[in-house]
């Protein structure tokens, strides 16, 4: 089965960086695109930054120019730094396989990132 484990989360004042980082055990990494999410208290998960096998990337509007997704397929893992910080990034963080072209696999726990003002 596919495994999902992220990490990097914490508490920053705005401005401030974080580098999560996701580890996936089960399945051929390298070959499907990956993507970040992210869920705020009372509001659907979303979808902010994608990364395909060929290493093309896609961003949300609301966080371009501010985060990078990376994957190392040697080590199957997928990163996303986040960079100048803002309250309204505060949300649980999730990594996953992109939606919008592949079966989701079971949730990890997801890594919390709180930034405040």
């Known amino acids: 089965q596919v495994q999902l484990v992220e990490s990097g989360g914490g508490l920053v004042q705005a401005g401030g960086s974080l580098r999560l980082s996701c580890t996936v055990s089960?399945?051929?990494?390298?070959?499907?695109?990956m993507g970040w999410y992210r869920q705020a208290p009372g509001k659907q998960r979303e979808l902010v930054a994608v990364?395909?096998?060929?290493?093309?990337?896609n961003y949300a509007d609301s966080v371009k120019g501010r985060f990078t997704i990376s994957r190392d397929n040697a080590k199957n893992i997928v990163y996303l730094q986040m960079n100048n910080l803002k309250p309204e990034d505060t949300a649980v963080y999730y990594c996953?396989?992109?939606?919008?072209?592949?079966?989701?696999?079971?949730w990890g726990q997801g890594t919390q990132v709180t930034v405040s003002s």
């Open positions: 990364i395909t096998s060929g290493d093309s990337t």
């Open positions: 089960g399945t051929a990494f390298s070959i499907n695109a």
């Open positions: 996953n396989k992109d939606w919008t072209q592949q079966k989701l696999a079971p």
